[in-house]
């Protein structure tokens, strides 16, 4: 069976680009994704809270999110998420890239009100085609995984 599951792997943050941040990673089933988490916008306790937060919301709402990097909030804001699905007993995984204009394109609230209580606003909704895979607006498809909701 597929699971989910995401973490921190960093034992203390490095610098990067810059920026004090540590290293996560996630796993879906055999695929596995190591992302860096700067430490400028949110601690890592935050980024802690809101995963334990998006994987029991998913329990009891259609869509929720794992935020992985949140960075530039006063100036040029760059968020990346995994987005979840949650279709009967299947969850869908998509990852997600939020700044200002894509948010600018879609009717998403402004990023200066994103944070770990209000960043589920900033979910699409799923399209999919034919065949039930996920798409973007323009009929192409979209990297995506799928785990059933007992392997959380």
Not at 27 to 46: A, C, H, Q, V
Not at 60 to 71: E, P, R
Request: charged letters at 25%; one cysteine or more.
């Amino acid at each position: 069976m597929q699971q989910l599951k995401i973490d921190v792997i960093s034992k203390k943050p490095k610098k990067v680009y810059g920026l004090l941040a540590h290293t996560g990673e996630i796993t879906i089933g055999d695929y596995k994704e190591t992302f860096i988490m700067p430490l400028n916008s949110w601690t890592l306790e935050e980024y802690k809270q809101q995963w334990r937060e998006g994987l029991e919301r998913i329990k009891t709402h259609d869509t929720s999110c794992l935020v992985n990097l949140i960075q530039n909030m006063d100036a040029n804001p760059l968020i990346e998420m995994w987005v979840l699905y949650k279709v009967k007993d299947i969850i869908y995984i998509q990852q997600y890239l939020l700044n200002r204009e894509i948010v600018k394109e879609s009717n998403s609230p402004s990023l200066s009100n994103f944070n770990s209580k209000t960043c589920y606003q900033f979910i699409d909704p799923r399209i999919v085609n034919e065949s039930g895979h996920g798409i973007t607006e323009d009929g192409e498809e979209v990297s995506e995984w799928h785990v059933n909701i007992k392997n959380l």
